[in-house]
């Protein structure tokens, strides 16, 4: 029943999962942590830090591993998580892969037209709010500490935040170059 709910779960995700992995995540975590209770807050925020760190898209890779994890909390052994991820991450890319056979050939005859662009037009904030809650989601005590738990670890992590912002928005910085500084000064400064 699990691989079941697992299946329906990440195939609602593809299917309203606008705005690529990142708007994907809000999503994933509400269906796995909040709704379905299979993940931790802690192992979602381990889970979204190894798809960062993983090749691949970030949705992919989180649909993958919440899968094994999913499978393996409720108790299957390796075997059945593997299953687990693959269920899950199939559910996630049938719906893109259905829908882009299915309108691939509408949209090139219709896509300079008045509607479609009108819905492009309105597409474009939500996924902006997609984006910009995956980035909140992800501003929790499990990654930043908080200042009355650990006051050094907030600020540093606050410091790392407001620089890795301004070093790749601002600066321009390669964001891979940003995250082995960040990795680099987070060793030395919290370790």
Known sequence: MIFLD?????FKIGLFGFGGGYGMLSLIQHETVERA?????????????ISQMTPGPIGINSAT????????????????????????????????LI???????????????RSVQSVFAGLRPAVVGLLAAATLLLCNKENFSTPTENLWQFGISCALFAATAFGTGYLKINPIRMICYAAFAGLLLLY
Do not use: Q, R
Request: glycine share 6%; charged share 10%; aromatic share 16%.
């Open 6 to 10: 697992l299946f329906i779960t990440f």
């Open 37 to 49: 209770h299979w993940l931790s807050t802690a192992e979602f925020t381990d889970i979204v830090a």
């Open 65 to 96: 591993y919440c899968g094994y994890t999913a499978i393996h909390n409720a108790g299957y052994g390796h075997l059945m998580s593997v299953l687990g991820s693959f269920t899950s991450t199939v559910a996630l890319v049938l719906p893109s």
């Open 99 to 113: 829908l882009m056979i299915l309108i691939s050939k509408l949209f090139i005859k219709y896509m300079k037209t």
